[in-house]
């Protein structure tokens, strides 16, 4: 068995006894790939391997789910089938040993790559940060207060930063007693309740100072007198009662002090009774003062343990209620100080570490201490347990000098001497990402780390120099990741049923379209630069890659490129097409030219171009291309021309323009503007979304060229032959012939620039705009002959309107798999959906579960719901919810819903306006919304036939039934249907009386429910009480009604 093979296992069998240990109930519905072991791999290969088996040739279906489930304990037949069915893709039907395992090690690298993306943190690139400060930086740190950064150095300057880290302003740090030249600022730390800050200086001093000050730094109150220079600090308040608040120190001289504020948010000190009220003026604080407790605002505790040792780092815990602190020596290396209620002393907990330790960090929920050792190590420790570390981590070749925990994933920072950061997952305490050499290269540097977590900003700091690492924004667990970075093309192989997708990350990802599942990945093809286009040779077995670094290369599918084209002639140009046909390769894109290589000359490795013969004839970097054999090439460009080409010739002879009466331009007219100066070229973006334009908006740019190849007869009825959409959300029909525009309709409005694409049959039309959505048109009529120099501007029937992705359509590929026509579309969110033609989102390629494409079964047929309007068929579909056709071992628990619930919308206002002002009308109105709110349910699921809910029954021919024995009572009806059985005839029955059948009274209260009887009750007794009123008043008697 391989190594990487018995390796997984191993990994597998652990996860799954995890898992299961979680929950128990698991392991009854995890696939039967999943429960094996790596003991039953074993068996499976020397069943495998066995002498009665050839080698090459392998299990049938048969074989395999008898043999497996003989010996093998694990599943039952039926589950052995499956995975079978799982293996033979090929459906060769025989698996062989090594296709078993090439299946065992792709599930295990697609679930490891869902693990990775879900844990590993994903970075963005390093960004180096404009230098200001000219010495060392001290701290960095996130103020709410300012809703931006603040930074300080050793020099004393102190930078004030937005949060998209723009520096608003410098402020400079400075004492009364000591020059500026002389002054070393050692640390500084934000007091966020009081709106202060405190800066600790060689001069052994404490300021404290306002932080938002106009005056620069004002300086309030000044501690002197300290016996060492502080070095390190650290500030907590209370949450909810900002009065407490704990200031703790660490000096060169071993000491940690801790000053305890009981009313922080109305004065820090007692100001003495013959000081000024100015707040402007600066009041001195002696620090034997507040040890000898003459300010009743704070207290001070405080431990030498030590020993003379600089104090690297210090904190205050509240979970603990203890003070930590951290010293290079490897005695009492890590002291913890634990308050004691009603009590000014402090027990101490001490640690020691070889060679000391140069900073920690604290886990409140995992109640881990983790420090950054002098000797290379990352050591976790339990705050209780001083004997012996929880867990060691190794893997750095030099002192660590800073440790930092990410909260909400567990992970842990470490940054060393070497460079390198790690980060490691505390659960397992192993190293799941290495970060190196990207930082700057400096032999003797010092270096702090900061963590913002909730903006997911790591800075690392490198003398004067700050770097920041930011982390790729989380998708959110409902949105499935197909690639890393955003998609920007996708293409369909035919040849091997297999879908190949590329990103601005340079990766090539190869996907099976029957499954889902990923089989190859080629990263870095064109090292850093983004893979803008791609293209597939007729044979379909080379693959073309063009990038921004002005080349294109040709793969083979195990990833070995043969070719590089120097298409952009040693110059890093945008490639937007790569047209390959029978004898040349056609690249596409900037300054107006088609770039040609002939495949004769394919001979070396670095390929250079051909000269065009037809020169430049576009305004504007050309966007797109579409080939019609023998001959005919169109090309558009984003200063919205049309270009016609005979590609044999590389003439141009054709100009479409939008404006009728100049759609004709003669072959000299071209010639002539060939020649003449070009407009300033607008730049387009082709990061992500390549059909968005920067700078002005320009509506005219074509994005997209397609020929309706399924047409035929054009040139006699003087149909449309030719369909381009572009920036403004239109798409025009032309017929090339007569250059003649027929139609234009706006698909998307008030969205920008949309792409689209065609089926071969030329019958649906899709499209997707900026936002994600995807509408399919049917064009099968429309256009098919050409009128009075008319140009028609109705739609054409929209089949289906649905949004599969969060953010930009990128790319749109149609495929047929199985008689049905499937739409591949791809997105900037990083996500590939492949969706039916009815607009039912199949699944997202990268997702947990695979799909089984021959088990799907069209929510409706062909043509269906033809007919109806945008607004009767606009379905809001999300891919996070889409049709159930993944495997699993229950089928899909569909909605059963013929027709969707539709309310006539201008009868309902008419009909909510009129009762809006009445109770009654209020009562209807929220009982009809709770009604739409109950039909939404059945929009996702609308026009699937319940046909789909019986898909998985197993449906056989009827078996011939054996002659039945007739039953006795048919044999013999005498014995059961005789005279005797009737005893009594009808005549001798008679009837009760009818005073037999009164047993009590009628009360004709019986008829009526109780609450109508107590109402009219009541109305009654008001009725007499009134009567009785007016009789008094009419000088009447009162007495009672005549009424009952």
């Given amino acids: 068995m391989p190594l990487a093979l018995r390796k997984a296992m191993v990994a597998t069998e652990d996860q799954l006894l995890s898992t299961t240990g979680e929950k128990g109930s698991v392991r009854s519905v995890e696939q039967l790939e999943n429960r094996l072991t790596i003991h039953d791999f074993m068996k499976m290969q020397e069943l495998f391997l066995s002498s009665e088996l050839n080698e090459n040739i392998g299990m049938t279906r048969e074989e395999f789910m008898e043999k497996m489930s003989a010996a093998i304990k694990q599943g039952t037949k039926e589950e052995y089938g499956d995975l079978f069915d799982k293996i033979d893709l090929a459906r060769d039907g025989l698996i062989s040993w090594e296709k078993l395992t090439s299946f065992v090690l792709l599930e295990l690298y697609e679930r490891d790559e869902q693990t990775k993306l879900s844990v590993i943190p994903q970075w963005k690139d390093l960004h180096l940060i404009?230098?200001?400060?000219?010495?060392?930086?001290?701290?960095?740190?996130?103020?709410?207060?300012?809703?931006?950064?603040?930074?300080?150095?050793?020099?004393?300057?102190?930078?004030?930063?937005?949060?998209?880290?723009?520096?608003?302003?410098?402020?400079?740090?400075?004492?009364?007693?000591?020059?500026?030249?002389?002054?070393?600022?050692?640390?500084?730390?934000?007091?966020?309740?009081?709106?202060?800050?405190?800066?600790?200086?060689?001069s052994k001093e404490v300021y404290f100072a306002e932080l938002n000050s106009k005056q620069g730094f004002s300086c309030q109150y000044r501690l002197q007198g300290l016996e060492g220079t502080v070095i390190c600090m650290n500030y907590w308040y209370n949450p909810h009662d900002g009065n407490e608040a704990i200031l703790i120190m660490g000096d060169v001289c071993g000491q940690v002090q801790a000053i305890l504020f009981n009313t922080a948010l109305i004065s820090l000190?007692?100001?003495?009774?013959?000081?000024?009220?100015?707040?402007?003026?600066?009041?001195?604080?002696?620090?034997?003062?507040?040890?000898?407790g003459d300010h009743r605002c704070c207290y001070v505790l405080r431990h030498r343990l030590h020993d003379k040792e600089w104090v690297r780092q210090v904190a205050y815990s509240s979970s603990l209620d203890a003070f930590i602190s951290v010293t290079t020596c490897s005695t009492n290396t890590l002291v913890l100080a634990w308050r004691e209620k009603l009590s000014p002393h402090l027990t101490m907990t001490t640690f020691h570490v070889t060679q000391g330790v140069n900073a920690f960090d604290f886990h409140p929920r995992l109640n881990l201490i983790a420090t950054a050792g002098v000797n290379r190590r990352v050591c976790l420790w339990n705050p209780y347990v001083t004997s012996k570390s929880a867990g060691v981590l190794e893997g750095h070749s030099d002192s660590v000098v800073a440790v930092q925990f990410i909260t909400e994933?567990?992970?842990?920072?470490?940054?060393?001497?070497?460079?390198?950061?790690?980060?490691?997952?505390?659960?397992?305490?192993?190293?799941?990402?290495?970060?190196?050499?990207?930082?700057?290269?400096?032999?003797?540097?010092?270096?702090?780390?900061?963590?913002?977590?909730?903006?997911?900003?790591?800075?690392?700091?490198?003398?004067?120099?700050?770097?920041?690492?930011?982390?790729?924004?989380?998708?959110?667990?409902?949105?499935?990741?197909?690639?890393?970075?955003?998609?920007?093309?996708?293409?369909?192989?035919?040849?091997?049923?297999?879908?190949?997708?590329?990103?601005?990350?340079?990766?090539?990802?190869?996907?099976?379209?029957?499954?889902?599942?990923?089989?190859?990945?080629?990263?870095?093809?064109?090292?850093?630069?983004?893979?803008?286009?791609?293209?597939?040779?007729?044979?379909?077995?080379?693959?073309?890659?063009?990038?921004?670094?002005?080349?294109?290369?040709?793969?083979?599918?195990?990833?070995?490129?043969?070719h590089q084209l120097n298409a952009g002639r040693d110059r890093a140009v945008e490639i937007s097409q790569i047209l390959v046909l029978s004898r040349t390769i056609l690249v596409l894109g900037w300054d107006r030219m088609i770039t040609v290589f002939h495949l004769s000359s394919l001979t070396q490795s670095l390929v250079q171009p051909s000269e065009w013969k037809g020169g430049a004839q576009h305004l504007d970097?050309?966007?797109?291309?579409?080939?019609?054999?023998?001959?005919?090439?169109?090309?558009?460009?984003?200063?919205?021309?049309?270009?016609?080409?005979?590609?044999?010739?590389?003439?141009?002879?054709?100009?479409?323009?939008?404006?009728?009466?100049?759609?004709?331009?003669?072959?000299?007219?071209?010639?002539?503007?060939?020649?003449?100066?070009?407009?300033?070229?607008?730049?387009?973006?082709?990061?992500?979304?390549?059909?968005?334009?920067?700078?002005?908006?320009?509506?005219?740019?074509?994005?997209?060229?397609?020929?309706?190849?399924?047409?035929?007869?054009?040139?006699v009825t003087g149909?449309?032959?030719?369909?381009?959409?572009?920036?403004?959300?239109?798409?025009?029909?032309?017929?090339?012939?007569?250059?003649?525009?027929?139609?234009?309709?706006?698909?998307?409005?008030?969205?920008?620039?949309?792409?689209?694409?065609?089926?071969?049959?030329?019958?649906?039309l899709i499209t997707g705009d900026l936002a994600g959505w995807v509408k399919i048109w049917n064009i099968e009529d429309y256009c098919l002959s050409s009128g009075d120099n008319m140009v028609t501007t109705q739609l054409p029937p929209l089949a289906r309107s649905f949004q599969p992705h969060e953010d930009g359509v990128t790319y749109l590929e149609t495929c047929r798999r199985n008689s049905c026509l499937?739409?591949?579309?791809?997105?900037?969110?990083?996500?590939?959906?492949?969706?039916?033609?009815?607009?039912?989102?199949?699944?997202?390629?990268?997702?947990?579960?695979?799909?089984?494409?021959?088990?799907?079964?069209?929510?409706?047929?062909?043509?269906?719901?033809?007919?109806?309007?945008?607004?009767?068929?606009?379905?809001?579909?999300?891919?996070?919810?889409?049709?159930?056709?993944?495997?699993?071992?229950?089928?899909p628990n569909l909605v059963e819903q013929d027709v969707p619930f539709i309310e006539d919308k201008e009868d309902l206002a008419y009909t909510v306006n009129i009762w809006e002002n009445t109770i009654l009308g209020k009562k209807y109105k929220e009982k009809h919304n709770w009604k739409g709110r109950k039909y939404t349910l059945f929009s996702k699921t609308a026009g699937i036939k319940p046909t789909v809910i019986f898909r998985s029954l197993n449906i056989e021919a009827l078996k011939?039934?054996?002659?039945?024995?007739k039953l006795d009572f048919l044999l013999h009806p005498d014995k059961y249907f005789g005279e005797k059985s009737v005893e009594k005839r009808w005549e001798d029955l008679k009837l009760p009386t009818l005073s037999a059948t009164l047993k009590a009274p009628f009360n004709e209260k019986n008829l009526f429910p109780k609450e109508i009887l107590d109402r009219e009750k009541k109305t009654r007794q008001l009725w007499e009480e009134l009567s009785n009123e007016a009789r008094i008043k009419n000088g009447g008697k009162p007495g009672k009604s005549k009424g009952k």
């Avoid at 060392?136 to 740190?141: F, G, K, L, Q």
Wanted: proline fraction near 4%.
């Fill in 269 to 292: 000190f007692d100001r003495p009774s013959n000081s000024h009220e100015d707040e402007n003026v600066t009041m001195t604080i002696n620090w034997q003062e507040l040890v000898s």
């Fill in 719 to 764: 149909g449309a032959n030719l369909v381009s959409c572009g920036a403004a959300g239109y798409v025009r029909f032309w017929n090339i012939q007569k250059s003649q525009l027929l139609g234009e309709f706006e698909a998307h409005g008030g969205v920008g620039s949309i792409i689209m694409t065609i089926d071969k049959a030329s019958q649906y």
């Fill in 130 to 202: 404009p230098p200001v400060h000219k010495d060392n930086v001290e701290n960095i740190m996130f103020l709410k207060s300012l809703s931006g950064y603040l930074t300080v150095s050793r020099s004393g300057l102190l930078g004030i930063w937005t949060e998209s880290l723009m520096l608003q302003r410098t402020l400079q740090i400075t004492t009364e007693s000591v020059k500026p030249k002389d002054l070393w600022v050692t640390s500084l730390v934000a007091l966020p309740n009081v709106n202060k800050v405190a800066v600790a200086f060689t």
């Fill in 621 to 715: 970097d050309i966007l797109c291309a579409v080939f019609l054999p023998p001959q005919t090439l169109v090309t558009g460009s984003s200063g919205g021309e049309i270009v016609v080409w005979n590609n044999s010739t590389e003439n141009a002879y054709i100009k479409l323009n939008l404006n009728p009466g100049k759609a004709q331009t003669s072959h000299s007219e071209l010639q002539k503007g060939s020649s003449t100066g070009r407009l300033p070229s607008r730049r387009h973006t082709l990061s992500g979304a390549r059909y968005s334009i920067s700078g002005a908006e320009n509506c005219s740019a074509i994005t997209r060229l397609f020929f309706l190849e399924a047409r035929e007869n054009m040139s």
């Fill in 960 to 965: 011939e039934t054996t002659e039945m024995k």
């Fill in 409 to 562: 994933r567990k992970l842990l920072f470490s940054f060393a001497k070497d460079k390198v950061l790690r980060i490691w997952d505390i659960q397992h305490q192993l190293c799941i990402q290495r970060i190196a050499g990207s930082f700057p290269k400096s032999l003797d540097f010092y270096s702090l780390l900061y963590f913002d977590e909730p903006r997911g900003r790591l800075f690392i700091s490198f003398n004067n120099q700050l770097t920041l690492l930011e982390m790729e924004p989380d998708t959110g667990k409902s949105r499935v990741a197909s690639h890393r970075k955003a998609v920007t093309c996708v293409l369909y192989n035919l040849v091997f049923k297999q879908v190949i997708t590329s990103d601005t990350g340079s990766t090539v990802i190869f996907w099976l379209i029957d499954t889902g599942q990923k089989i190859k990945e080629f990263t870095r093809c064109h090292g850093k630069a983004e893979i803008t286009t791609m293209a597939l040779d007729g044979s379909e077995t080379r693959l073309f890659t063009g990038s921004t670094d002005g080349t294109v290369k040709i793969w083979d599918f195990n990833g070995h490129c043969h």
């Fill in 822 to 891: 499937f739409i591949l579309s791809s997105s900037t969110d990083c996500s590939i959906v492949l969706s039916d033609i009815n607009g039912v989102p199949f699944g997202t390629f990268g997702q947990e579960g695979h799909w089984r494409i021959g088990n799907y079964v069209p929510s409706f047929p062909r043509g269906e719901n033809k007919d109806q309007t945008e607004e009767g068929n606009d379905v809001k579909e999300n891919s996070s919810d889409p049709v159930p056709f993944v495997e699993e071992q229950s089928p």
